[in-house]
């Protein structure tokens, strides 16, 4: 008799074999993948494919062809005539007969007539539709590039599907493809191994695999509640009930109430949140703030520094980054530096002062929770500008403090979601600043060289062709350094409004064009927040 992981290989394997075997021409390469993944050793996989190669194993190519075999097995049984001694090729075709079965049962079998891509595609939309045989199977054979395409990536979200359903044969795969969740697929699989009474076989898999602190991990109780329930079943790996049991935001409390809930409208409302969002930390490229401002380098490191310690966001003592100017221009500036450095994140752009009671309510339309992409790092470039109505203050002021995004509660549906993932940073007018300051570590913008200045008058010039669709946008020769005597926002204001009014294809910007947009020549200007300016005129 074969032990319960030889078993359940070579079921695994014929399961594989039986749907879209008949179009691999390398039978050993997938026999030792499934050897490897169930812990066989290389002596025992050897002798076992030299088994499952001989000519009555072979012979047996259809559930019609193993019940033949049976009744001739049965027949000379009956009458006293030995069939054969080979009790181990016996076991090999009745767990080749067994797959058979299963594939046949979840209509994963395919006509001999049938092309390579109809049994592919009939596989590949068995595990779509969430069959938890079909994503065990189509999850290694991708992995491996074996019959289908090699994908690594996807193969091994099949496989972490099955796995996350409580599928031995999942959590067996996810150990060898997933190295890094290793922890919590042992504690998984040890349940499932206790539950159907191969305990003892687990120790093979801890000494292959290593070490685990027991009881962190609440997912499989949960799934086997439901299981014995019918609420959810064991072969069909539902979605929305894994990203409900398996969300990192929420607490097993509010797991279980949703997930065991008879009330449909309910677990709906709680499914569309954004579930799956995780606390891993985004990397961002230091040099992406390289030359930002070159004549500023200590404003420059301390941003750095700040962003040096995101992966602190969670503890209840981080104050989020707030970067402090009365012009709208350097703090936009900042936050499409932020942008470039976090390009492979979702950064959301939230204006304060725009947001109404709406915005605020404790549902999943709260502008904190639909504003998260569940699936990337989230930045939140939270932007004070002008007057801000005290009640909007107040709420984005408690979500700025870790201890209240890690537990911000919902009424419809009444959970508490963990939202301190989410990075914070705030963009501010130095009025909102001094309420900022007790929650926020400030970074003040230093005012501009007339250097700066030259140089983003520049680059400002290039940036607007391209918006405006212009073939050729110049500047006369010495206007910028005319421009230099105004704040960035006046310049970039003008030079906006004059492209505007006379946009062309090709266009040269003189001081006739762009000078009666700032006001009187010698005039200075000083942007006051994000709603307007004040004007301090200077001799």
Same mark, same amino acid.
């Given at each position: 008799?074969?032990?319960?992981?030889?078993?359940?290989?070579?079921?695994?394997?014929?399961?594989?074999?039986?749907?879209?075997?008949?179009?691999?021409?390398?039978?050993?390469?997938?026999?030792?993948?499934?050897?490897?993944?169930?812990?066989?050793?290389?002596?025992?996989?050897?002798?076992?494919?030299?088994?499952?190669?001989?000519?009555?194993?072979?012979?047996?190519?259809?559930?019609?062809?193993?019940?033949?075999?049976?009744?001739?097995?049965?027949?000379?049984?009956?009458?006293?005539?030995?069939?054969?001694?080979?009790?181990?090729?016996? /076991?090999?075709?009745?767990?080749?007969?067994?797959?058979?079965?299963?594939?046949?049962?979840?209509?994963?079998?395919?006509?001999?007539?049938?092309?390579?891509?109809?049994?592919? =595609? *009939?596989?590949?939309?068995?595990?779509?539709?969430?069959?938890?045989?079909?994503?065990?199977?189509?999850?290694?054979?991708?992995?491996?590039?074996?019959?289908?395409?090699?994908?690594?990536? *996807?193969?091994?979200?099949?496989?972490?599907?099955?796995?996350?359903?409580?599928?031995?044969?999942?959590?067996?795969?996810?150990?060898?493809?997933?190295?890094?969740?290793?922890?919590?697929?042992?504690?998984?699989?040890?349940?499932?191994?206790?539950?159907?009474?191969?305990? $003892?076989?687990?120790?093979?898999?801890?000494?292959?695999?290593?070490?685990?602190?027991?009881?962190?991990?609440?997912?499989?109780?949960?799934?086997?509640?439901?299981?014995?329930?019918?609420?959810?079943?064991?072969?069909?790996?539902?979605?929305?009930?894994?990203?409900?049991?398996?969300? /990192?935001?929420?607490?097993?409390?509010?797991?279980?109430?949703?997930?065991?809930?008879?009330?449909?409208?309910?677990?709906? /409302?709680?499914?569309?949140?954004?579930?799956?969002?995780?606390?891993?930390?985004? $990397?961002?490229?230091?040099?992406?703030? @390289?030359?930002?401002?070159? @004549?500023?380098? =200590? $404003?420059?490191?301390?941003?750095?520094?700040?962003?040096?310690?995101?992966?602190?966001?969670?503890?209840?003592?981080?104050?989020?980054?707030?970067?402090?100017?009365?012009?709208?221009?350097?703090?936009?500036?900042?936050?499409?530096?932020?942008?470039?450095?976090?390009?492979?994140?979702?950064?959301?752009?939230? =204006?304060?002062?725009?947001?109404? @009671?709406?915005?605020?309510?404790?549902?999943? *339309?709260?502008?904190?929770?639909?504003?998260?992409?569940?699936?990337?790092? *989230?930045?939140?470039?939270?932007?004070?500008?002008?007057?801000?109505?005290?009640?909007?203050?107040?709420?984005?002021?408690?979500?700025?403090?870790?201890?209240?995004?890690?537990?911000?509660?919902?009424?419809?549906?009444?959970?508490?979601?963990?939202?301190?993932?989410?990075?914070?940073?705030?963009?501010?007018?130095?009025?909102?600043?001094?309420?900022?300051?007790?929650?926020?570590?400030?970074?003040?913008?230093?005012?501009?060289?007339?250097? /700066?200045?030259?140089?983003?008058?520049?680059?400002?010039?290039?940036?607007?062709?391209?918006?405006?669709?212009?073939?050729?946008?110049?500047?006369?020769?010495?206007?910028?350094?005319?421009?230099?005597?105004?704040?960035?926002?006046?310049?970039?204001?003008?030079? @906006?409004?004059?492209?505007?009014?006379?946009?062309?294809?090709?266009?040269?910007?003189? $001081?006739?064009?762009?000078?009666?947009?700032?006001?009187?020549?010698?005039?200075?200007?000083?942007?006051?927040?994000?709603?307007?300016?004040?004007?301090?005129?200077? =001799?």
């Amino acid at each position: 008799m074969f032990d319960h992981l030889t078993e359940t290989m070579l079921k695994s394997y014929y399961i594989a074999e039986n749907t879209v075997g008949r179009f691999n021409p390398d039978k050993r390469a997938l026999f030792f993948v499934y050897a490897d993944i169930f812990l066989l050793d290389k002596e025992e996989a050897e002798r076992l494919f030299a088994l499952s190669q001989t000519q009555e194993v072979l012979e047996i190519q259809s559930e019609q062809e193993y019940h033949q075999y049976l009744r001739m097995k049965q027949y000379l049984s009956m009458n006293a005539r030995s069939h054969r001694e080979d009790s181990e090729l016996d /076991e090999i075709i009745d767990l080749k007969g067994t797959a058979f079965a299963m594939a046949l049962n979840f209509q994963l079998m395919v006509s001999a007539k049938d092309a390579r891509t109809v049994a592919c =595609e *009939n596989l590949t939309i068995a595990a779509e539709n969430g069959l938890v045989l079909a994503l065990n199977a189509l999850g290694v054979l991708q992995s491996e590039g074996i019959v289908f395409l090699k994908d690594k990536e *996807n193969g091994r979200k099949k496989i972490l599907c099955a796995a996350e359903w409580n599928s031995e044969e999942g959590l067996l795969a996810a150990l060898y493809y997933d190295p890094i969740n290793r922890e919590k697929y042992l504690e998984c699989l040890q349940g499932c191994l206790v539950r159907i009474g191969h305990a $003892e076989v687990f120790e093979r898999v801890v000494e292959q695999y290593g070490p685990y602190v027991k009881g962190r991990h609440g997912e499989y109780k949960l799934l086997e509640k439901a299981f014995r329930q019918g609420i959810i079943k064991r072969d069909m790996y539902n979605k929305s009930y894994a990203r409900l049991v398996y969300s /990192e935001i929420l607490g097993e409390r509010d797991k279980e109430t949703l997930v065991l809930t008879p009330n449909k409208e309910l677990f709906a /409302e709680a499914s569309s949140l954004p579930l799956k969002l995780g606390h891993g930390t985004a $990397e961002f490229p230091a040099q992406a703030l @390289d030359g930002i401002r070159p @004549d500023h380098r =200590e $404003e420059c490191d301390k941003v750095l520094c700040a962003l040096g310690n995101i992966d602190l966001r969670a503890l209840a003592t981080y104050r989020p980054l707030c970067f402090v100017s009365d012009s709208k221009y350097m703090l936009d500036y900042y936050a499409a530096a932020l942008s470039r450095c976090f390009k492979t994140s979702h950064v959301e752009r939230i =204006e304060i002062c725009d947001l109404v @009671d709406y915005d605020f309510e404790p549902t999943k *339309n709260n502008i904190f929770v639909r504003s998260c992409d569940e699936d990337v790092f *989230n930045l939140y470039l939270l932007a004070f500008r002008g007057e801000i109505p005290e009640k909007a203050f107040d709420h984005v002021k408690n979500f700025l403090q870790s201890g209240t995004r890690g537990k911000y509660r919902l009424n419809h549906p009444g959970v508490v979601l963990d939202l301190s993932s989410v990075l914070p940073v705030c963009f501010a007018d130095r009025e909102n600043a001094k309420k900022l300051k007790q929650y926020c570590d400030l970074i003040r913008i230093a005012e501009l060289t007339a250097r /700066e200045k030259r140089l983003l008058t520049e680059k400002a010039v290039r940036e607007k062709a391209a918006v405006y669709g212009m073939n050729e946008l110049t500047m006369q020769e010495g206007l910028s350094e005319k421009l230099a005597a105004y704040g960035m926002d006046e310049i970039d204001r003008a030079i @906006d409004d004059a492209v505007r009014e006379h946009r062309a294809k090709t266009l040269c910007l003189t $001081e006739s064009l762009v000078l009666p947009y700032i006001g009187s020549i010698g005039a200075k200007r000083k942007a006051y927040g994000f709603g307007g300016s004040i004007h301090d005129d200077h =001799e």
